[in-house]
């Protein structure tokens, strides 16, 4: 029977959808007057809804939508393990600092050590290797694809290298099948960095079924939103545990937000050299933080999630828009290049500038910034020229040259599923007459 | 752990094999995530609201390998307040909820032996595991020891005695507390003493324990006492 409540909330559902429509659907796009943005939020009624109804449960933390959406993305992903954290740069931090746990004896990540990763990304890769005292070993990478250069990755494998830690820039995968042979030869942990590319694909599997850990972000310029948002992805049990432990404070009981006694021992165990049976609610196996999900957010990745298929479909077929649109300026331009084998979900269009041809970056971007085509760089460029990284720890193997390259000439414009063909259109116009004006 | 899911379940069969020991079917009716034979849920009678608490539960090993899930098994024995409540009140066609899975009982064996002790209910997750390499090639030696009170509360054992029949690698020894004649099992309660002395010549194995808490702790006890080290012991205790 229905009660009261629920009919009422029916009622305001329904004028959610309401609201959207008259507040949120997008407008017609005018030429005149509109900026194309490089990424932004794609969604309609039912998120609002959700989102919604979330709060009329008021559940708040962890709950009802936090455990389908982390159902559904284990499921799209065919892995058994989704565990939601407040951003895709948290999911960075749990996933690296997972592998330093104890529980992983003489694999475990110890202070020292050195992890391969490359300069040129998002710095929320490279932080938590130096928030954990482990030594980032930097690799160059390859123009076109933005890729780690995978000729270079074994080169820069020492005694002390016990991980390799790399993102799927822009959605393009790097060499799975390189990087993957490396992990194994030499026992290295793999995590893949796949906040750009949820849904891109190497060898028809899905990136971030690959490694022993990957990461998504749901921040709203990335394939799926929920506001603020990401994950931890894996398969192992034991990997997955200690995530949840490090995101949850360090616990090692894994009840949800309101529950006790999960395990059915909560009363029973030993733990370190606490009295036995200690309440197992407040037994601390990691050195944690709190880094949870609420439901509010999951509740919006639980609508995106639904367009997801949709919204990959829409950002490839608007970068295969842009590229043969682009492909005429080739002689000024270096256009991206998917990695062999691969099917990239394009988290962007990247750009490099073909430095003899006498422009540079910024007039190009200023002129398309002017008509309202946003560009952003390539992340943080060389991220150890920034003054936050200068005097960290780390180790470079051979030289850099292709990272400054990207910091000074590369740029990338949006392939989102917000872009229609009147906006891309409008952005392969102002190209053409920036080089009509040369 | 896997993602957890809650759904309602409609209890589907219900069989009372004794006043105190009930096999159940549960359909859920919500698409629930797989599950690792080993693994447990949690049943609740009480209707669960979203918005509310989850409300008092028990916990169960699922006594069945589905891999669609389906279906889940439970077996109980009335052992406290709540599985009394369990046994005066269930009914086919009624609603539960459950939650799932959780454990890491799981059958991740580091050796190439599997021993597999089960006092009583305490078979439930040898049989999700049993019912899971059924058509399977075996790629270890699996010794299960099982005891029970007597002959009808020996749940599984059709199942058991099919896989005996096709995997020359499954051994099996069944034990009874009391004993109506039937020379197919062994009288008394398990000992552990007798069960490694029957393994002494298998060499390194991983010792897997499930049943009530009294027995878990006396096979983890004698087998650290045999000079077997912690981590090749798996025990399944709630509780």
């Known amino acids: 029977m229905i009660n009261n409540s629920e009919i009422l909330k029916e009622q305001i559902l329904d004028l959610c959808k309401q609201y959207y429509e008259l507040k949120h659907k997008p407008d017609d796009f005018n030429i005149n007057k509109d900026k194309v943005y490089y990424a932004g939020r794609v969604f309609d009624y039912s998120e609002i809804q959700n989102l919604v109804s979330a709060s009329l449960d ?10 389908e959406f982390e159902f559904n993305l284990a499921e799209f992903l065919g892995l058994s393990n989704a565990i939601t954290v407040n951003s895709g740069s948290s999911a960075n931090l749990v996933a690296i600092t997972a592998l330093t746990s104890s529980k992983l004896k003489d694999r475990r990540l110890k202070s020292g050590d050195e992890v391969i990763t490359v300069a040129a990304g998002f710095p929320s890769t490279v932080a938590p290797i130096v928030q954990n005292r482990l030594i980032p070993v930097f690799v160059d990478i390859e123009l076109g694809t933005y890729n780690v250069n995978t000729e270079l990755v074994e080169k820069a494998i020492s005694p002390e290298t016990k991980a390799i830690f790399l993102a799927h820039t822009l959605g393009n995968p790097f060499n799975l099948d390189i990087i993957m042979h490396l992990a194994k030869k030499y026992n290295l942990w793999l995590i893949e960095d796949n906040c750009d590319a949820l849904g891109s694909r190497y060898k028809e599997k899905l990136t971030g079924t690959f490694g ?31 995530c949840k432990s490090v995101r949850d404070w360090g616990r090692d009981c894994y009840c949800v937000g309101g529950e006790s006694n999960t395990c059915g021992k909560r009363f029973s165990q030993q733990y370190g050299t606490l009295p036995y049976g200690y309440d197992h609610k407040y037994v601390y196996s990691e050195i944690g933080y709190n880094l949870k999900m609420t439901d509010l957010q999951s509740a919006i990745g639980c609508a995106q999630i639904k367009k997801l298929n949709s919204f990959i479909n829409k950002r490839i077929n608007n970068f295969s828009y842009l590229l043969s649109r682009l492909k005429q300026f080739e002689d000024f331009l270096i256009l991206p290049q998917a990695t062999e084998f691969s099917d990239p979900a394009w988290f962007a269009f990247p750009i490099t500038i073909k430095n003899n041809k006498g422009i540079t970056r910024n007039q190009i971007t200023s002129y398309l910034e002017e008509n309202r085509v946003e560009t952003r760089n390539l992340f943080s460029g060389n991220l150890l020229r920034h003054p936050g990284f200068l005097n960290i720890e780390h180790r470079v193997s051979g030289m850099l040259t292709n990272s400054d390259i990207i910091t000074n000439d590369t740029f990338f414009i949006g392939c989102y599923p917000g872009l229609d063909e009147i906006r891309l259109n409008y952005i392969c116009d102002v190209f053409s007459s920036f080089f009509n004006s040369l | 752990m896997s993602v957890v899911v809650k759904s309602p379940c409609v209890v589907i069969y219900l069989k009372r094999i004794t006043e105190t020991l009930t096999i159940i079917e549960l359909q859920p009716l919500k698409r629930l995530p797989k599950y690792k034979p080993g ?10 609201d979203p918005a ?45 909820w459950v939650k799932m899975p959780y454990g890491d009982f799981t059958f991740n064996s580091i050796t190439d032996n599997m021993i597999f002790i089960a006092g009583g209910t305490g078979i439930t997750p040898f049989l999700s595991y049993l019912e899971s390499i059924k058509y ?38 069944k034990y009874l507390e009391y004993k109506n004649g039937n020379e197919r099992y062994e009288m008394g309660k398990l000992e552990a ?47």
């Open chain 2, 193 to 239: 003493e007798k069960i490694l002395e029957e393994l002494q010549s298998i060499g390194e194995a991983d010792f897997y324990i499930s049943g009530p808490p009294e027995m878990i702790q006396y096979f983890k006890q004698s087998i650290i006492d045999a000079g077997i080290k912690q981590e090749f012991i798996h025990i399944d205790a709630w509780e």
């Open chain 2, 136 to 173: 399977k090639i075996p790629d270890k030696n699996i010794w299960l020891f099982y005891g029970a009170k007597e002959k009808n509360c020996m749940v599984g054992e059709e199942l058991i005695d099919d896989i005996v029949l096709v995997n020359p690698r499954f051994k099996v020894k």
């Open chain 2, 52 to 96: 509310k608490n989850w409300p008092e539960s028990r916990v169960f090993s699922i006594a069945n390998y589905d891999p669609e899930v389906k279906t889940l098994r439970v077996i109980y024995s009335v052992k406290g307040k709540y599985t009394k409540l369990m046994n005066d009140n269930l009914q086919e066609n009624q609603q539960v």
């Open chain 1, 58 to 67: 008021f559940w708040l933390t962890a709950g009802q939508y936090t455990e």
């Open chain 1, 212 to 242: 022993d850990l990957a990461t998504c972000s749901f921040y709203p310029a990335h394939h799926i939103t929920t506001g603020e948002g990401g994950a931890v992805v894996c398969e192992d049990e034991e990997l997955a545990k200690i």
């Open chain 2, 39 to 48: 693994q447990f849920l949690h049943l609740t009678l009480d209707y669960y």
